[in-house]
């Protein structure tokens, strides 16, 4: 084996950025993604799209989670996004239609998703109080080591637990 390199599933996802010499670039995780209306949203969209709306806005974010927001009824689907940010923007409608449309660029399956809002609406964005994020992670007793914060999931298991510590506490 290469250093253990293919011993194990891992569950990274790559993208082979040469093919003479083979390069590879890690994209994200095989767990990490969410797929709930055929959007294909990974991580390397997610972090992209962040970077281009915090330009864009003059934010910074510290740490972030994503969630989908179930159809019912009438209403669309969509996402719903947890962030702490550093640095806060100073419109955050503005902030969230910059990621939606750096989404769009990104992905054409989330753009498709997203005409007319027939099946997801606009991200929904939920700004996190400081240290919520570590708050939680404390709770889990998940802090240091390897632990890190899931950043998009197809359950909305991770968002409920942050919404109700920011809530409660």
Known sequence: TNGGLWRYLIGDTIKFTSLNPYRIRITGRTKHFINVFGEELIID?????????CLKTGAEICEYTVAPIFMNNEKSGGHEWMIEFR???????????????????????????????????????NIAKQGLFYDWLKQQGKLGGQHKVP??????????????????S
Do not use: C, G
């Not at 409608?93 to 498709?112: G, H, P, R």
């Not at 950043?151 to 409660?168: A, C, D, I, P, T």
């Open 45 to 53: 969209n997610a972090e992209t799209a962040l970077k281009q709306a």
């Open 87 to 125: 640095k806060h923007p100073n419109n955050i409608n503005f902030f969230a239609e910059m990621l939606d449309n750096a989404l769009k660029a990104i992905n054409s399956d989330y753009e498709a998703k997203r005409y007319n809002n027939l099946t997801l609406s606009m991200p929904k964005i």
């Open 151 to 168: 950043r998009l999931s197809n359950s909305r298991k991770y968002l409920e637990e942050l919404l109700e510590l920011m809530y409660v």
